[in-house]
């Protein structure tokens, strides 16, 4: 029985996941009318922000909030530099431009932080089961 409750919970982690990436995609198309497919390259950016920060800083709610501004101040140079001039083009162009956007920056990743991934340590108060009911416990790696 336990297992079951752990794999339900897996998968509407998982599924609430994959709801929050269709729906920023869908309110961006929908709305906006823009292609953009670099936004993936933005959550990839915050996530090398956050390990850069939290070691940099030694507090893992310190790093966070420090990649989150990061990342937002990323944004807002991306939305200046390169999506304002894309917004009454054709969807082509906004495909092949967010798509250049892709490639230029995992090439940055590569050229700052290296091929190789970065390990983000996680604080002990994230790393202990959570008891979803009494006796039943959640583990914290699912």
């Known amino acids: 029985m336990y297992l079951v409750v752990e794999q339900l919970l897996n998968g509407l982690q998982f599924g609430l996941l994959l709801f929050l990436l269709a729906a ?17 390259s933005l959550y990839m950016m915050g996530a090398y922000f956050a390990a850069t920060f939290v070691a940099w800083t030694g507090s893992f709610v310190l790093g966070a909030l420090l990649a989150l501004g990061a990342t937002l101040l990323l944004g807002i140079a991306l939305e200046y530099a390169a999506l304002r001039h894309l917004y009454g083009r054709d969807h082509l162009d906004q495909v092949l431009a967010t798509f250049g956007l892709i490639l230029f920056f995992n090439d940055a990743v590569r050229l700052i932080w290296g091929p190789a ?3 983000l340590p996680l ?17 914290p790696t699912g």
Not at 128 to 136: E, L, N
């Open 123 to 139: 604080p002990a108060w994230l790393t202990v089961p959570v008891q979803i009911i009494p006796g039943v416990y959640y583990p």
């Open 24 to 40: 920023g995609l869908t309110l961006v198309f929908g709305i906006m009318d823009f292609v953009n497919l670099a936004h993936g």
């Open 117 to 119: 991934g970065l390990a």
